[in-house]
Protein backbone atom coordinates (compact mmCIF):
# COMPACT_ATOMS: atom_id res chain seq x y z
CA UNK A 1 0.00 0.00 0.00
CA UNK A 2 1.26 3.28 -0.91
CA UNK A 3 0.72 6.97 0.37
CA UNK A 4 -1.01 9.86 -1.01
CA UNK A 5 1.88 12.17 -1.27
CA UNK A 6 4.28 9.75 -2.74
CA UNK A 7 1.52 9.20 -5.60
CA UNK A 8 1.28 12.80 -6.20
CA UNK A 9 4.83 13.34 -6.24
CA UNK A 10 4.88 10.53 -9.08
CA UNK A 11 2.22 11.68 -10.56
CA UNK A 12 3.39 15.01 -10.46
CA UNK A 13 6.99 13.98 -12.14
CA UNK A 14 5.21 12.38 -14.56
CA UNK A 15 2.65 15.08 -15.68
CA UNK A 16 5.97 17.46 -16.32
CA UNK A 17 7.60 15.36 -18.47
CA UNK A 18 4.62 14.79 -20.68
CA UNK A 19 4.67 18.15 -20.97
CA UNK A 20 1.32 19.58 -19.51
CA UNK A 21 1.03 22.75 -18.85
CA UNK A 22 0.12 22.65 -15.10
CA UNK A 23 1.19 19.31 -13.69
CA UNK A 24 0.80 20.08 -10.09
CA UNK A 25 -2.84 20.92 -11.00
CA UNK A 26 -3.83 18.11 -12.95
CA UNK A 27 -2.32 15.98 -10.59
CA UNK A 28 -4.34 16.69 -7.54
CA UNK A 29 -7.35 17.03 -9.98
CA UNK A 30 -6.85 13.09 -11.20
CA UNK A 31 -6.08 11.97 -7.78
CA UNK A 32 -9.06 13.51 -6.62
CA UNK A 33 -11.41 11.94 -9.56
CA UNK A 34 -10.29 8.51 -8.32
CA UNK A 35 -10.56 9.32 -4.66
CA UNK A 36 -13.40 11.29 -4.74
CA UNK A 37 -11.92 14.29 -3.24
CA UNK A 38 -11.57 18.05 -3.80
CA UNK A 39 -8.67 19.34 -4.60
CA UNK A 40 -7.91 20.99 -1.13
CA UNK A 41 -8.89 17.22 -0.21
CA UNK A 42 -5.96 16.03 -2.11
CA UNK A 43 -3.53 18.20 -0.62
CA UNK A 44 -4.72 18.36 2.91
CA UNK A 45 -4.18 14.06 2.50
CA UNK A 46 -0.97 14.14 1.55
CA UNK A 47 0.38 16.65 4.57
CA UNK A 48 -0.62 13.34 6.53
CA UNK A 49 0.23 10.56 4.30
CA UNK A 50 -2.70 8.78 4.16
CA UNK A 51 -2.28 5.43 2.24
CA UNK A 52 -4.10 4.56 -0.51
CA UNK A 53 -5.36 0.90 -1.41
CA UNK A 54 -3.69 -0.93 -4.41
CA UNK A 55 -7.03 -0.52 -6.77
CA UNK A 56 -7.13 3.02 -6.29
CA UNK A 57 -2.95 3.46 -6.56
CA UNK A 58 -3.72 1.71 -9.69
CA UNK A 59 -6.13 3.64 -11.01
CA UNK A 60 -4.71 6.72 -9.92
CA UNK A 61 -1.61 5.45 -12.67
CA UNK A 62 -3.54 4.59 -15.10
CA UNK A 63 -5.09 8.05 -15.24
CA UNK A 64 -2.10 9.93 -15.22
CA UNK A 65 -0.36 7.92 -18.35
CA UNK A 66 -3.66 8.96 -20.25
CA UNK A 67 -2.70 12.59 -18.93
CA UNK A 68 0.86 12.19 -19.99
CA UNK A 69 0.25 11.42 -23.23
CA UNK A 70 -1.98 14.95 -23.32
CA UNK A 71 -5.35 13.38 -23.38
CA UNK A 72 -7.58 16.02 -22.10
CA UNK A 73 -8.21 15.83 -18.66
CA UNK A 74 -11.78 16.33 -19.09
CA UNK A 75 -12.12 13.61 -20.86
CA UNK A 76 -10.44 11.17 -18.10
CA UNK A 77 -12.61 12.54 -15.87
CA UNK A 78 -15.54 12.96 -17.88
CA UNK A 79 -16.75 16.21 -16.70
CA UNK A 80 -15.84 19.73 -17.55
CA UNK A 81 -16.72 22.96 -15.68
CA UNK A 82 -18.23 25.76 -17.68
CA UNK A 83 -19.03 28.77 -15.61
CA UNK A 84 -21.71 27.35 -12.81
CA UNK A 85 -22.11 24.26 -14.80
CA UNK A 86 -20.51 20.64 -14.86
CA UNK A 87 -20.58 19.51 -18.48
CA UNK A 88 -20.16 15.91 -19.02
CA UNK A 89 -17.71 15.52 -21.97
CA UNK A 90 -15.53 13.13 -24.27
CA UNK A 91 -14.53 11.88 -27.47
CA UNK A 92 -16.57 13.67 -30.42
CA UNK A 93 -17.52 16.48 -28.75
CA UNK A 94 -14.83 19.68 -28.14
CA UNK A 95 -14.40 20.70 -24.88
CA UNK A 96 -15.18 23.60 -23.31
CA UNK A 97 -12.66 26.52 -22.63
CA UNK A 98 -12.70 29.43 -20.03
CA UNK A 99 -12.45 31.69 -22.89
CA UNK A 100 -16.05 30.81 -24.21
CA UNK A 101 -16.75 31.65 -20.23
CA UNK A 102 -15.78 35.12 -21.28
CA UNK A 103 -18.01 35.63 -24.13
CA UNK A 104 -20.91 34.37 -23.20
CA UNK A 105 -21.27 36.60 -20.67
CA UNK A 106 -22.17 39.05 -23.44
CA UNK A 107 -24.94 36.60 -24.46
CA UNK A 108 -26.39 36.51 -21.04
CA UNK A 109 -26.21 40.43 -20.70
CA UNK A 110 -27.97 41.05 -24.32
CA UNK A 111 -30.38 38.40 -22.88
CA UNK A 112 -31.34 39.38 -19.48
CA UNK A 113 -31.80 43.50 -20.78
CA UNK A 114 -34.55 42.19 -23.28
CA UNK A 115 -37.81 43.66 -22.07
CA UNK A 116 -39.98 40.61 -22.58
CA UNK A 117 -41.04 37.68 -19.88
CA UNK A 118 -39.31 34.96 -21.65
CA UNK A 119 -36.92 35.89 -23.86
CA UNK A 120 -35.71 33.70 -26.54
CA UNK A 121 -31.86 32.98 -27.48
CA UNK A 122 -30.40 30.44 -29.85
CA UNK A 123 -26.78 28.68 -29.53
CA UNK A 124 -25.35 27.61 -33.28
CA UNK A 125 -23.36 24.63 -33.39
CA UNK A 126 -23.84 24.19 -29.35
CA UNK A 127 -21.56 20.94 -28.49
CA UNK A 128 -21.78 20.50 -25.49
CA UNK A 129 -24.01 22.69 -24.85
CA UNK A 130 -22.47 25.08 -22.57
CA UNK A 131 -23.55 28.43 -24.19
CA UNK A 132 -27.05 27.38 -24.64
CA UNK A 133 -27.36 26.00 -20.64
CA UNK A 134 -25.30 29.32 -19.69
CA UNK A 135 -27.88 31.54 -20.98
CA UNK A 136 -30.41 29.49 -19.63
CA UNK A 137 -29.44 28.79 -16.04
CA UNK A 138 -28.05 32.28 -15.69
CA UNK A 139 -31.04 34.04 -16.78
CA UNK A 140 -34.03 31.53 -15.80
CA UNK A 141 -36.68 33.40 -17.57
CA UNK A 142 -35.60 32.87 -21.00
CA UNK A 143 -36.26 30.09 -23.57
CA UNK A 144 -33.28 28.79 -25.03
CA UNK A 145 -32.66 26.44 -28.40
CA UNK A 146 -29.54 24.70 -29.10
CA UNK A 147 -28.82 24.02 -32.63
CA UNK A 148 -25.63 20.98 -33.18
CA UNK A 149 -25.52 18.58 -36.17
CA UNK A 150 -22.38 16.41 -35.32
CA UNK A 151 -23.95 13.01 -34.83
CA UNK A 152 -20.87 12.55 -32.38
CA UNK A 153 -21.37 15.71 -30.27
CA UNK A 154 -25.22 15.45 -29.68
CA UNK A 155 -25.70 12.86 -27.59
CA UNK A 156 -23.32 14.62 -25.22
CA UNK A 157 -25.56 18.18 -26.05
CA UNK A 158 -28.70 16.01 -25.10
CA UNK A 159 -27.22 14.64 -22.00
CA UNK A 160 -25.94 17.81 -20.42
CA UNK A 161 -29.67 19.42 -21.43
CA UNK A 162 -31.14 16.62 -19.60
CA UNK A 163 -28.81 17.30 -16.79
CA UNK A 164 -28.83 21.08 -16.35
CA UNK A 165 -31.48 22.17 -18.91
CA UNK A 166 -34.64 22.30 -16.66
CA UNK A 167 -37.06 21.87 -19.22
CA UNK A 168 -36.02 25.29 -21.01
CA UNK A 169 -33.49 24.50 -23.30
CA UNK A 170 -35.05 22.99 -27.09
CA UNK A 171 -32.15 20.80 -28.97
CA UNK A 172 -32.51 20.77 -32.39
CA UNK A 173 -30.31 18.71 -34.57
CA UNK A 174 -29.35 20.97 -37.94
CA UNK A 175 -27.01 22.87 -39.68
CA UNK A 176 -26.30 26.41 -38.38
CA UNK A 177 -26.21 27.43 -41.91
CA UNK A 178 -30.16 26.78 -42.65
CA UNK A 179 -31.65 26.17 -38.49
CA UNK A 180 -34.77 26.87 -37.69
CA UNK A 181 -36.41 28.75 -40.03
CA UNK A 182 -39.46 28.33 -38.51
CA UNK A 183 -37.95 31.33 -36.02
CA UNK A 184 -37.02 34.06 -38.27
CA UNK A 185 -37.23 37.43 -37.18
CA UNK A 186 -38.03 36.16 -33.28
CA UNK A 187 -34.83 35.10 -32.00
CA UNK A 188 -33.82 37.88 -29.20
CA UNK A 189 -30.24 36.72 -29.01
CA UNK A 190 -28.00 34.59 -31.42
CA UNK A 191 -24.52 32.63 -29.86
CA UNK A 192 -21.90 31.06 -31.27
CA UNK A 193 -18.55 29.50 -30.92
CA UNK A 194 -18.27 28.14 -34.63
CA UNK A 195 -15.26 26.50 -35.57
CA UNK A 196 -12.65 28.72 -37.01
CA UNK A 197 -9.61 27.77 -37.72
CA UNK A 198 -7.95 27.95 -41.19
CA UNK A 199 -7.44 24.37 -42.96
CA UNK A 200 -4.12 25.17 -43.17
CA UNK A 201 -2.78 25.99 -39.36
CA UNK A 202 -2.33 23.34 -37.10
CA UNK A 203 -3.11 23.91 -33.33
CA UNK A 204 -0.12 23.87 -31.05
CA UNK A 205 -1.78 22.56 -27.98
CA UNK A 206 -1.77 18.39 -28.37
CA UNK A 207 -4.97 18.42 -26.40
CA UNK A 208 -6.81 20.48 -29.35
CA UNK A 209 -5.21 19.07 -32.13
CA UNK A 210 -5.33 15.30 -31.06
CA UNK A 211 -8.42 15.15 -29.48
CA UNK A 212 -10.83 17.79 -30.54
CA UNK A 213 -12.91 16.89 -33.19
CA UNK A 214 -11.87 18.54 -36.63
CA UNK A 215 -15.85 19.72 -37.20
CA UNK A 216 -15.75 22.16 -34.31
CA UNK A 217 -12.30 23.50 -34.97
CA UNK A 218 -11.50 24.56 -39.12
CA UNK A 219 -13.56 26.26 -40.98
CA UNK A 220 -12.49 26.98 -44.96
CA UNK A 221 -8.68 28.05 -46.09
CA UNK A 222 -9.34 31.28 -43.78
CA UNK A 223 -11.10 30.05 -41.31
CA UNK A 224 -14.19 31.85 -41.30
CA UNK A 225 -16.71 30.07 -43.29
CA UNK A 226 -18.49 29.17 -40.56
CA UNK A 227 -19.04 32.68 -39.43
CA UNK A 228 -20.14 33.50 -42.97
CA UNK A 229 -22.85 31.47 -42.26
CA UNK A 230 -23.65 32.20 -39.49
CA UNK A 231 -23.78 36.21 -39.97
CA UNK A 232 -26.64 34.75 -42.56
CA UNK A 233 -28.62 32.94 -40.23
CA UNK A 234 -28.40 35.43 -37.31
CA UNK A 235 -29.64 38.36 -40.02
CA UNK A 236 -32.52 36.23 -40.65
CA UNK A 237 -33.34 34.54 -37.28
CA UNK A 238 -32.95 38.26 -34.96
CA UNK A 239 -35.96 40.55 -34.32
CA UNK A 240 -34.67 44.40 -35.00
CA UNK A 241 -32.41 44.86 -32.35
CA UNK A 242 -31.58 41.09 -31.59
CA UNK A 243 -28.11 40.88 -30.23
CA UNK A 244 -25.18 38.31 -31.97
CA UNK A 245 -22.58 37.07 -29.98
CA UNK A 246 -19.62 35.44 -32.04
CA UNK A 247 -16.47 33.64 -30.21
CA UNK A 248 -13.26 33.83 -32.76
CA UNK A 249 -9.45 33.64 -32.73
CA UNK A 250 -7.34 37.11 -31.84
CA UNK A 251 -6.47 37.84 -35.07
CA UNK A 252 -10.04 37.49 -36.66
CA UNK A 253 -11.52 40.69 -35.16
CA UNK A 254 -11.75 42.88 -38.31
CA UNK A 255 -12.72 40.10 -40.82
CA UNK A 256 -15.35 39.13 -38.83
CA UNK A 257 -16.33 42.82 -38.13
CA UNK A 258 -16.38 43.04 -42.30
CA UNK A 259 -18.41 40.22 -42.68
CA UNK A 260 -21.00 41.55 -40.42
CA UNK A 261 -21.40 44.64 -41.96
CA UNK A 262 -21.42 43.82 -45.54
CA UNK A 263 -24.41 41.83 -43.85
CA UNK A 264 -26.06 44.64 -42.58
CA UNK A 265 -25.51 44.41 -38.95
CA UNK A 266 -24.62 47.45 -36.65
CA UNK A 267 -23.04 48.67 -33.65
CA UNK A 268 -20.19 46.22 -34.19
CA UNK A 269 -17.67 45.79 -31.33
CA UNK A 270 -14.95 43.75 -30.78
CA UNK A 271 -14.13 42.75 -26.91
CA UNK A 272 -10.81 41.92 -25.54
CA UNK A 273 -10.44 39.01 -23.05
CA UNK A 274 -8.54 39.08 -19.99
CA UNK A 275 -5.38 38.36 -21.84
CA UNK A 276 -5.23 41.45 -24.14
CA UNK A 277 -7.23 39.13 -26.81
CA UNK A 278 -9.84 40.14 -29.47
CA UNK A 279 -11.99 37.03 -28.82
CA UNK A 280 -15.42 38.43 -29.01
CA UNK A 281 -17.42 40.28 -31.34
CA UNK A 282 -21.17 41.46 -30.75
CA UNK A 283 -23.35 43.45 -33.11
CA UNK A 284 -27.26 44.34 -33.63
CA UNK A 285 -30.10 43.26 -36.08
Known amino acids: MTTIDALRREAIDALAAGGVPAPEVDADLLIGHVLGLSR ?5 RALISSAVADDAAAAIRAAVTRR ?3 EPLQHITGL ?13 VFTPRPET ?10 LALVPSPDPLAVDLGSGSGAIALAMATEVPHSRVVAVEKSADALPWTARNIERHGDGRVRLVEGDLADALPELDGLVDVVASNPPYIPLGAVPRDPEVRLFDPAAALYSGEDGLDAVRALSR ?3 RLLRPGGALVIEHGELQAADI ?6 DGFSAIACHRDLLGRDRATTARR
Open 40 to 44: GGVQA
Open 68 to 70: AAR
Open 257 to 262: GAILRA
Open 80 to 92: APFRSLELEVGPG
Open 101 to 110: EFVVQFAIDA
Open 233 to 235: TAR
